[in-house]
């Protein structure tokens, strides 16, 4: 397709406000899916234990996350199919396969965005983190089983995400960081193989299991698909990534502008410590306002997507996408009031979303390559050495980091 025809389908095209609904919808879906309460905490407790040199972890995991979501998003907007889809034309029965890894790290996931909120309405109210993750489950099956569910769900996403950006921001300026120091561990830190599990972490939280998949698929549910998108999807996915690199920059400012005073943060709620010592006892209301309506939309994101993977596993589940969200959502609530360790729990979510990363991502870069699947589509070959770059990463430090999984567990 030459560039004249390209420009003028994408000219001729005109987005009704369903569909700039549903776009924003999609970046959004992605954006709050990561900047959940697992996010936050992931940076709170890695910037207390690896302060200034933390910074190259999100330099890295920030370059690994657009490589990982630009190649699949595009795939899958060209083939106009769903992850598990393209899977299963790359070999047989791998979708299906792929579809059972998502779901478990979706599950995973869940547990952890359960678990903040429960964090999250301790930090407001008080009330036992037990007690706040029932009620946030039965909230959350409440709003998606309402017709305008999904509306209300994409309006609170984008009033959030601004929400919280600005909230952090306005604590990095009050916290006072050494902005010299964190940008020079930018690209010198120090025991650079120690940041292996914050790394691995970093990526799994944001573009790991199903996160990635939960704004391309919302795009493909819009009716968008095809070569004339492409342009859109790069901007789309690589603003997706920018947001939460953004919020993640400005949260570890703020935590390292704390904890370089020799402040210890709380164990129970790390990123809540923060919010108090910077701004007050006040501080620790207004986090686990952010925290709790961020789990809120995560524990939506996470169950959703889930469900298109494990719907398209069985035609009898394929309509039947609010009941398997409810069971998701119920399951995830007993596994944590089960186990307990809410914050080790946000934590090993993330890790475990990374470690399925190499092989959805690495089966999209095989899809990329076959014509029977992309057509005469051709993958430029720059994305094409990122994608596998991000591969053998995640490969190496998905292994690396199996070891301090245990560890953190176990501690």
């Known amino acids: 397709m030459g560039n004249r025809e390209l420009h003028s389908k994408e000219k001729d095209f005109e987005f009704t406000k369903g569909h700039k609904r549903l776009l924003l919808g999609s970046v959004f879906l992605m954006a709050t899916s990561a900047i959940g309460p697992a996010f936050l905490t992931q940076t709170a407790v890695f910037t207390a234990q690896f302060t200034a040199s933390f910074a190259f972890a999100i330099l ?52 952890g965005n359960i678990a903040g909120a429960g964090l999250g309405l301790n930090a407001i109210f008080g009330i036992d983190v037990k007690i706040g993750a029932a009620i946030t489950a039965i909230l959350s099956i409440a709003i998606f089983i309402s017709k305008s569910g999904q509306k209300i ?106 904890v370089v005073t020799g402040v210890t943060l709380s164990q129970d709620n790390p990123p809540a410590s923060v919010f108090e010592h910077v701004l007050g006892p006040i501080g620790k209301n207004i986090f686990g306002v952010v925290l709790f309506s961020a789990a809120m939309s995560s524990v939506i994101g996470s169950a959703y997507t889930s469900a298109t993977f494990l719907k398209t596993m069985s035609k009898s ?5 609010n009941l398997i969200v409810i069971v998701f959502i119920v399951t995830s609530t007993l596994v944590f009031l089960l186990l307990g360790k809410p914050v080790a729990l946000l934590i090993i979510a993330g890790a475990l979303n990374g470690l399925v990363l190499p092989i959805t991502l690495g089966t999209i870069l095989v899809a990329s390559t076959r014509k029977s699947i992309v057509g005469d589509y051709r993958h430029p070959t720059w994305m094409m050495v990122l994608g596998i770059i991000a591969v053998l990463i995640t490969i190496i430090t998905g292994v690396l980091s199996l070891q301090s999984l245990g560890q953190l567990w176990n501690g």
């Open 60 to 111: 890295l995991s920030i370059l690994i996350d657009i490589a990982a979501q630009v190649n699949i998003w595009r795939i899958l907007v060209v083939t106009g199919k769903r992850g598990q889809e393209v899977a299963n034309e790359v070999v047989k029965g791998l979708g299906t396969f792929i579809s059972i890894l998502i779901a478990i790290g979706g599950l995973a996931f869940n547990i």
């Open 153 to 258: 769900m994409d309006v609170v996403s984008m009033v959030l995400g601004a929400l919280m950006i600005v909230v952090v921001a306005i604590v990095m300026f009050k916290a006072n960081p050494p902005y010299g120091e964190a940008a020079t561990h930018v690209f010198l830190p120090e025991h650079p193989v120690a940041l292996v599990l914050p790394i691995i972490t970093l990526v799994g939280g944001t573009v790991g299991g199903y996160i990635t998949f939960a704004g391309a698929h919302r795009i493909l549910d819009s009716g968008i698909k095809g070569k004339h998108y492409l342009p859109f999807v790069n901007k789309a996915a690589i603003s997706g990534i920018l947001t939460t690199g953004v919020l993640r920059t400005l949260l570890f400012l703020a935590v390292l502008g704390v």
């Open 317 to 321: 589940l394929y309509n039947r996408t």
